[in-house]
């Protein structure tokens, strides 16, 4: 049924989320330490 293939599809949509959450973190605490390091050697210059 269409109702039963929606419910599966935002379920594993749910699941999905939450597995790359852990990558987005740890992406954003990259992009932060790279941008801190950016700006010291902007102010070292």
Do not use: C, F, P, T
Not at 1 to 10: E, F
Not at 21 to 35: A, F
């Amino acid at each position: 049924m269409i109702i039963d293939d929606a419910k599966r599809v935002i379920k594993d949509y749910g699941q999905y989320q939450e597995l790359i959450q852990g990558d987005i973190s740890k992406m954003d605490s990259y992009v932060e330490l790279i941008r801190q390091h950016v700006e010291q050697i902007v102010e070292n210059m």
